[in-house]
């Protein structure tokens, strides 16, 4: 069974870069027609959608983050990853990976998160 | 602020039917798939219910979807202690704001 684990600091100062690294275990990232998503979560309140990306390195992000995100995936090390910059309080969040299963049925897109790792916690703070 | 709405709160006895909504527009919703999420407190959120109304394995029948126009409908049948957590709908948006949206998020209170 695929499993999704967060990893990156706690603790990032406001103009940095935040770095997130999300390792998948228990099956390869390149098999089956996935995708690997980030979606973040500040304490208290929603979720958000950051981006997704196939091992084929296609990627989409949210428009209103795009021009701050990269997400990348390392096939090799069976992993992928977040970046994003220019971080500002608003930042702070839970972040989640996960796994996502998408396609085509009845002329309609479908598109969901099946398997999700557990969190991590980013703080934005000086 | 969330592309989807959804009531902040929703509250039934056990054994009681709750129904929590979620509203859209034509660009999410109205032209694609809804997908539900729970999530409890201090963990991930989990799949509820996808393509509208179908239940991934391990879902109880309790849980069911159901989508009209715009807007779109999570019912907890026979509501049990258990169930008490947050629920949020999703669907691919169409639009700039997407592509994928989620609502403002359901807790549900088990009275």
């Known amino acids: 069974q695929v499993q999704l684990q967060e990893s990156g600091p706690g603790l990032v100062k406001p103009s940095q870069t935040l770095s997130l690294t999300c390792a998948v275990s228990g099956g390869s990232i390149s098999s089956g027609d996935y995708s690997w998503s980030w979606i973040r979560q500040p304490a208290g309140k929603g979720l958000e959608w950051i981006g997704r990306i196939y091992t084929s390195g296609r990627a989409n992000h949210n428009p209103s983050l795009k021009s701050r995100v990269t997400i990348s995936v390392d096939t090799s090390k069976n992993q992928f990853s977040l970046k994003l910059s220019s971080v500002t309080a608003a930042d702070t969040a839970i972040y989640f990976c996960?796994?996502?299963?998408?396609?085509?049925?009845?002329?309609?897109?479908?598109?969901?998160?099946?398997?999700w790792g557990k969190g991590t916690t980013v703080t934005v703070s000086s | 602020q969330s592309v989807l709405t959804q009531p902040p709160s929703a509250s039934g006895t056990p054994g009681q039917r709750v129904t929590i909504t979620c509203s859209g527009s034509?660009?999410?919703?109205?032209?694609?798939?809804v997908y539900w999420y729970q999530q409890f407190p201090g963990t991930a959120p989990r799949l509820l219910i996808y393509?509208?109304?179908q239940r991934p394995s391990g879902v109880p029948d309790r849980f069911s979807g159901s989508k009209s126009g715009t807007s779109a409908s999570l019912a907890i049948s026979g509501l049990r202690s258990e169930d008490e957590a947050n629920y949020y709908c999703?669907?691919?948006?169409?639009?700039?704001?997407?592509?994928?949206?989620f609502g403002s998020g359901t807790e549900v209170t088990v009275l």
């Open positions: 996960a796994r996502d299963t998408s396609g085509w049925e009845d002329y309609h897109y479908y598109y969901f998160m099946d398997v």
């Open positions: 393509r509208n109304n």
């Open positions: 034509d660009s999410n919703i109205g032209s694609n798939y």
């Open positions: 999703a669907a691919w948006d169409d639009s700039l704001r997407g592509p994928y949206v």
